[in-house]
Structure formats: C-alpha cells, structure tokens
C-alpha cells in the first residue's frame, strides 16, 4: 500500500477545492510517485479504489501524462526534450552523448540504478532550448559542454550519497 495516512489527509485536504473525484486523481498520483518512485499497475489499482473512480480511467491518466514513471527508474531521471525546438538547438546530439557516457540507450536505466534517461515531448521550455529535466530540476541552454560539467556534477552527487 502506498497510500498513508498522510498522503490520505492532504488528498482529503484538496476535496473541498474540486468539483469531482476524477480531479483528485492527478495529485493522487503525483504523491504515489514521490513515495514510491514510479506508478505500478497495482498502484493504479491502489488509486482507483481510494478514489472509487474505474481502474481503466486511472490507467488512461497514468499512462497519458510522461511525468508518471510506468517502471521503476533511476537515482537521476535524465529526461531530454526531442521537440522541435530543442531538435534545432541539437538534443539529438546531447541525447547520444548521454547514451554513450551512460552506456545505455535512450528508455534504460544503467545497471546500477543510478540514471535512467528517456526522451519527453516538449518540456514549456523552449525559449532556453534545448533543455534536460533532471528529477524536478529544469537544465536549460544545454551544449555539449555544459552538460558534461552536469553530469560530472551528479556523478558527484550520487557519490556522496
Ligand atoms: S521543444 Fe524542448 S522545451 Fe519546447
């Protein structure tokens, strides 16, 4: 079970704000995420029964919305925006430099569990493309350059626990 006590109250805390309890979904699973790491099929299930709402519209939500992790993933979730704008400002090439320095492709998470890097539609960020979510961190005017010193940076981080 996911859903406590605590998580329990703050949903309970946002049922005055909203019409229905279809909108409480999207901060449901929100909460499930930052306790568990990712939204698992028996957490959808989880989800549907508390908000006594169809398992099939909690799958539809989850498996909509790429900020729902649908597979367990890494210390540092690498998400790198292909869209068009970051495309122009080279995140295909960033894309590749991060596959080659992790060793995985694009979807994996390295062996170790430290980062899991996937590509994402558009981040609302395009004025400072190409950008990397990191986690909930925004990495913006991204080069090749910069990103090493990121990566160095949470290969650091990750070192020191
Ligand atoms: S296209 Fe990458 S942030 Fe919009």
């Known amino acids: 079970m996911i859903i406590d006590q605590e998580?329990?109250?703050?949903?309970?805390?946002?049922?005055?704000?909203?019409?229905?309890?279809?909108?409480?979904l999207l901060p449901l699973l929100h909460e499930m995420q930052a306790k568990a790491g990712w939204i698992s099929r028996e957490a959808m299930a989880e989800a549907a029964q508390f908000l006594k709402i169809p398992l099939a519209r909690v799958v539809e939500v989850a498996t909509f919305y790429t900020m729902y992790n649908k597979a367990p993933i890494?210390?540092?979730?690498?998400?790198?925006?292909?869209?068009?704008?970051?495309?122009?400002?080279?995140?295909?090439?960033?894309?590749?430099?991060?596959?080659?320095?992790?060793?995985?492709?694009?979807?994996?998470?390295?062996?170790?569990?430290?980062?899991?890097?996937?590509?994402?539609?558009?981040?609302?960020?395009?004025?400072?493309?190409?950008?990397?979510?990191?986690?909930?961190?925004?990495?913006?005017n991204l080069d090749e350059s910069s990103l090493e010193g990121l990566m160095n940076r949470l290969d650091q981080e990750l070192k020191n626990g």
Do not use: W
Not at 11 to 21: F, K, Q, S, V
Not at 110 to 139: F, I
């Open 74 to 140: 890494g210390k540092k979730h690498l998400q790198i925006c292909t869209n068009v704008t970051c495309f122009l400002r080279g995140s295909d090439h960033l894309l590749a430099c991060l596959e080659k320095r992790l060793g995985i492709h694009c979807g994996e998470t390295t062996a170790d569990g430290q980062y899991t890097l996937s590509e994402v539609e558009c981040l609302a960020a395009c004025g400072t493309a190409p950008v990397m979510q990191v986690n909930d961190d925004y990495h913006e």
């Open 7 to 24: 998580i329990s109250q703050r949903i309970d805390a946002l049922r005055t704000h909203l019409p229905t309890e279809q909108a409480l």
